[in-house]
C-alpha cells in the first residue's frame, strides 16, 4: 500500500474506451469543419487568465457535486460493507459531464447511476433516484438565485 493511504487504481475497459474515442472522434470532425488554423488562433488569442479561473471553477464544482451525491447516496445505507470514496464519485460525474456533451438527451446522467449501481451493488433505483433528487436540489437552489 502506498505511503499515503491512496490505493486506486485506474480501470479502462471497453466501454470507457468507446466513449473516449467517440469524442476525440467528434472533436476531431469539429476541428476539421471549423480548421486548424482558426482553433489555434482561438486558443492562442484567448484571456489564459480567464481560462485558468474557468477552468478552475468547472473542477471545484464537480468536487462539489461528487461531496453532494455522496451524501445523498450514503443516505440510502444500502451497502455500508463497502464505504464510497470521493474519487470513484469525482470519476463518475466526470465521465458523465463528457457524455453529455456528445450524447443528446443529457445520456450521462443515466449513465452515472447505472455505472455506480453496477460498481458498488446499490439498486439501479435507488441510485437513480439520488441523480432526482439532486436535479431538483439545483432547480431549487437556481429558483432561489433567480
Same mark, same amino acid.
Given at each position: #500500500?502506498?505511503?499515503? +493511504?491512496?490505493?486506486?487504481?485506474?480501470?479502462?475497459?471497453?466501454? *470507457?474506451?468507446?466513449?473516449?474515442? =467517440?469524442?476525440?472522434?467528434?472533436?476531431?470532425?469539429?476541428?476539421?469543419? &471549423?480548421?486548424?488554423?482558426?482553433?489555434?488562433?482561438?486558443?492562442?488569442?484567448? *484571456?489564459?487568465?480567464?481560462?485558468?479561473?474557468?477552468?478552475?471553477?468547472?473542477?471545484?464544482?464537480?468536487?462539489?457535486?461528487?461531496?453532494?451525491? !455522496? #451524501?445523498?447516496?450514503? @443516505?440510502?445505507?444500502?451497502?455500508?460493507?463497502?464505504? =464510497?470514496?470521493?474519487?470513484?464519485?469525482?470519476?463518475?460525474?466526470?465521465? @458523465?459531464? @463528457? &457524455?453529455?456533451?456528445?450524447?443528446?438527451? !443529457?445520456? +450521462?446522467?443515466?449513465?452515472?447511476?447505472?455505472?455506480? @449501481?453496477? !460498481?458498488?451493488?446499490?439498486?439501479?433505483?435507488?441510485?437513480?433516484?439520488? &441523480? =432526482?433528487?439532486?436535479?431538483?436540489?439545483?432547480?431549487?437552489?437556481?429558483?432561489?438565485?433567480?
Amino acid at each position: #500500500m502506498p505511503q499515503n +493511504g491512496f490505493n486506486y487504481q485506474a480501470s479502462i475497459n471497453w466501454k *470507457n474506451l468507446l466513449i473516449m474515442v =467517440i469524442l476525440f472522434f467528434f472533436l476531431a470532425i469539429y476541428i476539421f469543419l &471549423i480548421g486548424i488554423d482558426k482553433v489555434l488562433n482561438s486558443i492562442f488569442s484567448a *484571456n489564459l487568465l480567464i481560462l485558468f479561473l474557468a477552468t478552475l471553477v468547472y473542477y471545484i464544482s464537480i468536487i462539489a457535486r461528487s461531496y453532494r451525491w !455522496r #451524501m445523498f447516496l450514503n @443516505s440510502l445505507k444500502e451497502n455500508q460493507n463497502s464505504p =464510497i470514496k470521493l474519487y470513484e464519485i469525482y470519476s463518475l460525474i466526470a465521465f @458523465s459531464f @463528457s &457524455i453529455n456533451n456528445v450524447f443528446p438527451l !443529457r445520456f +450521462g446522467e443515466l449513465y452515472r447511476p447505472y455505472e455506480f @449501481s453496477k !460498481r458498488k451493488n446499490y439498486s439501479l433505483i435507488s441510485s437513480f433516484s439520488t &441523480i =432526482i433528487l439532486e436535479r431538483t436540489f439545483d432547480v431549487v437552489v437556481m429558483g432561489g438565485f433567480i
